[in-house]
C-alpha cells in the first residue's frame, strides 16, 4: 500500500488530488476511488493509503484506506 495525503477533494464529483509520499508526486482520485471504504468524503489534509491504477499513461487512487494502519 502506498501512503500520501488528500491535496483536494470535492465532494460533488467525488474527484480529487492526492500527494504521493515521499516523492510528492500528485495522483488524481475519480469518481468510485472510495469504493470499499468505510468512508464517503476526504478532507484536505488528511492522510490515507491507497494503491494506484494505471490507465491511459495517468496514475488513480483506488482501494483507498484511511491513515497509517489501512482502516
Not at 464517503?40 to 487512487?61: A, C, H, K, P, W
Amino acid at each position: 500500500m502506498i501512503q500520501g495525503v488528500v491535496k483536494t477533494y470535492d465532494t460533488g464529483t467525488q474527484t480529487g488530488v492526492v500527494i504521493v509520499d515521499p516523492g510528492h508526486d500528485e495522483v488524481f482520485l475519480r469518481p468510485g476511488s472510495l469504493e470499499g471504504s468505510m468512508f464517503r468524503f476526504l478532507r484536505q489534509g488528511q492522510r490515507i493509503t491507497f494503491e494506484l491504477l494505471e490507465e491511459n499513461d495517468q496514475s488513480f487512487v483506488t482501494n483507498v484506506r484511511i491513515g497509517h494502519d489501512g482502516y
